[in-house]
């Protein structure tokens, strides 16, 4: 045991290892500070690029689930409703959220939407944009990288909002690996059932989702957000660990009363 310590301690000191949520090793190097300011400048342009949604109802349903999740997380969150027909949503570092209409519309219930909000905070707690960054980049292209978020036509601009998860708002794929999926999956169940949302309906969220991959709307969501197989197996295994955090959070009160 203390072999393996003095091992892992040897490698992180000698490479730059951190620990995701889930306990899984990271190669992990870029300041976070600047990774943050990357969320922030693409979130402020999508801001300006795209048309925020004018609906309250929408906005206090999303606020609401919002503010319930990410109140499990601490720090300060910003959510904005996007006016856009596409079944989306995306969280960036600096914490910042953005649903789109179109994925409003699509769900069911409040729990289907705090699944996909669940699962985009878990990739940010995970760090996973730095992750897909350090293994791409070098640490003195980080503040080109800050500037290069506003040109998404470029090569380094492209590396930018694709690292961060956007890059399908600018025709630009790069998938999260599988697993990147499975970890914001798992913290994602978690962090939904803690706040007072039911678990279970993560499958049906996936499920519908996949059956939206094959009709009219974009399932822009499925192109940065692979749904593997595998997916639903592994989220029905999860399902009875988070149960209990969901069963607490009704004994003590939490019920978010959040309707579209
Ligand atoms: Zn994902």
């Not at 949503?89 to 699944?115: C, E, R, S, W, Y």
């Not at 640490?139 to 961060?164: D, K, W």
């Not at 209990?244 to 009363?257: E, M, W």
Request: net charge negative; with cysteine; charged share 20%.
């Amino acid at each position: 045991m203390l072999k393996k310590i003095a091992v892992a301690i040897c490698c992180c000191y000698l490479t730059a290892c951190a620990t995701s949520p889930t306990g899984r090793s990271q190669f992990i190097y870029m300041p976070d500070a600047q990774i943050n300011q990357m969320g922030l400048q693409a979130f402020d342009n999508l801001k300006t690029e795209k048309p925020i949604s004018k609906s309250t109802q929408y906005t206090e349903f999303v606020n609401c689930i919002t503010q319930a999740i990410t109140y499990e997380t601490g720090g300060d969150w910003e959510v904005v409703v996007f006016e856009d027909d596409s079944l989306n949503a995306f969280a960036l570092p600096g914490n910042k959220i953005g649903v789109h209409t179109g994925l409003i519309q699509m769900v069911d219930n409040k729990d289907q939407l705090a699944a996909v909000i669940g699962h985009e905070v878990g990739h940010v707690l995970a760090r996973h944009s730095n992750e897909r960054l350090s293994q791409k980049t070098a640490v003195s292209q980080g503040v080109a990288l800050i500037s290069a978020v506003s040109a998404p036509t470029s090569a380094l601009g492209q590396l930018a909002v694709s690292s961060l998860g956007i890059g399908a708002q600018y025709g630009i794929i790069l998938p999260f690996s599988r697993t990147h999926e499975s970890e914001a999956d798992i913290i994602g169940l978690e962090l939904m059932a803690k706040a007072g949302f039911d678990p279970r309906e993560s499958i049906n969220l996936w499920q519908k989702m996949d059956q939206a991959k094959q009709g009219q709307q974009p399932a822009e969501f499925l192109s940065t957000h692979p749904s593997h197989d595998t997916r639903i197996k592994e989220l029905s295994e999860h399902i009875p660990h988070a149960m209990p955090f969901y069963q607490h959070a009704h004994s003590i009160g939490k019920i978010p009363r959040c309707t579209k």
